[in-house]
């Protein structure tokens, strides 16, 4: 059993809680949400997993990893639908969280204290090296925080930020590795193309 799954079994025995997995852009965040969701099917837990609409990158409604590993998804607005699509589910996987409304933390919360497990995955910081959305609170309200990090594509050192390799200074610009590519933190600052 992994050390996170354990921690709940052994202190929680409702299985309500929060599990945020963040880092940087091809950090693995998606593979492990995926992960942590097919073994909790293996426990033969209903599971229901979102997120956000605007996210179509790789499919419309697949949570889709940079590696191609997939899963079913429902794609929602705002992070209010998530409390009103839940249904009956045990388990509730969020991918993307960086992109929901400021009220992700606070729905989060009612679906923890309902004793539904709470998997989120999403980027802590964007291009800018600034804390993303809602993630910042999700990560204090957790009662685990896992941060995984890329391989730094200058240096192969750990990276924590994603570099953007294209002009535009929106906070939000959808891409792969044609726009971002995962830098550590010395390779981040030397800002060389
Ligand atoms: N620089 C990199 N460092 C690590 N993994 C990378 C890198 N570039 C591509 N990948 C691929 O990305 C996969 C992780 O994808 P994914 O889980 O979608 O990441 P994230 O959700 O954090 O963006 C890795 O298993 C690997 O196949
Ligand atoms: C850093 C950063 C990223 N984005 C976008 C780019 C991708 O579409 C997603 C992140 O996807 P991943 O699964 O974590 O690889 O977010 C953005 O809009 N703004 C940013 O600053
Ligand atoms: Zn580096």
Same mark, same amino acid.
């Given at each position: 059993?992994?050390?996170? /799954?354990?921690?709940?079994? #052994?202190?929680? /025995? !409702?299985?309500?809680?929060? /599990? @945020?997995?963040?880092?940087?852009?091809? !950090?693995?965040?998606?593979?492990?949400?995926? #992960?942590r969701i097919n073994r909790a099917r293996? +426990?033969?837990?209903?599971?229901?997993? %979102?997120?956000?609409?605007?996210? *179509?990158?790789?499919? /419309?409604?697949? @949570?889709? !990893?940079?590696?191609?590993?997939?899963?079913?998804?429902?794609?929602? $607005?705002?992070? +209010?639908?998530?409390?009103?699509?839940?249904?009956?589910?045990?388990? @509730?996987?969020?991918?993307?969280?960086?992109?929901?409304?400021?009220?992700? &933390?606070?729905?989060?919360?009612?679906?923890?204290?309902? $004793? *539904?497990?709470?998997?989120?995955?999403?980027?802590?910081?964007?291009?800018?090296? #600034?804390? %993303?959305? &809602?993630?910042?609170?999700?990560?204090?309200?957790?009662e685990s925080v896992t941060k995984v990090?890329? @391989? =730094?594509?200058? =240096? $192969?050192? &750990? +990276?924590?930020?994603?570099? #953007?390799l294209v002009p535009g200074k929106d906070?939000?610009?959808?891409?792969?590795?044609?726009?971002?590519?995962?830098?550590?933190?010395? =390779?981040?600052? !030397?800002?060389?193309?």
């Amino acid at each position: 059993m992994q050390p996170t /799954e354990e921690l709940f079994k #052994r202190k929680n /025995e !409702s299985g309500g809680g929060i /599990e @945020v997995i963040c880092g940087s852009m091809f !950090s693995g965040k998606t593979e492990e949400l995926i #992960r942590r969701i097919n073994r909790a099917r293996y +426990a033969k837990l209903s599971v229901k997993i %979102f997120k956000p609409k605007l996210d *179509i990158r790789y499919d /419309e409604n697949d @949570v889709v !990893s940079h590696n191609a590993t997939t899963i079913n998804s429902t794609p929602v $607005g705002k992070s +209010a639908e998530i409390l009103l699509l839940t249904g009956h589910a045990q388990v @509730v996987g969020i991918d993307e969280a960086q992109f929901f409304d400021n009220k992700l &933390p606070e729905i989060c919360t009612t679906l923890a204290n309902k $004793g *539904i497990r709470v998997v989120i995955a999403g980027l802590d910081m964007d291009f800018k090296g #600034r804390p %993303f959305g &809602p993630m910042p609170t999700l990560m204090a309200i957790a009662e685990s925080v896992t941060k995984v990090h890329a @391989v =730094c594509m200058r =240096c $192969g050192n &750990p +990276a924590l930020y994603s570099y #953007r390799l294209v002009p535009g200074k929106d906070k939000v610009l959808l891409g792969e590795k044609e726009s971002y590519e995962p830098r550590c933190r010395v =390779c981040y600052n !030397s800002k060389t193309f």
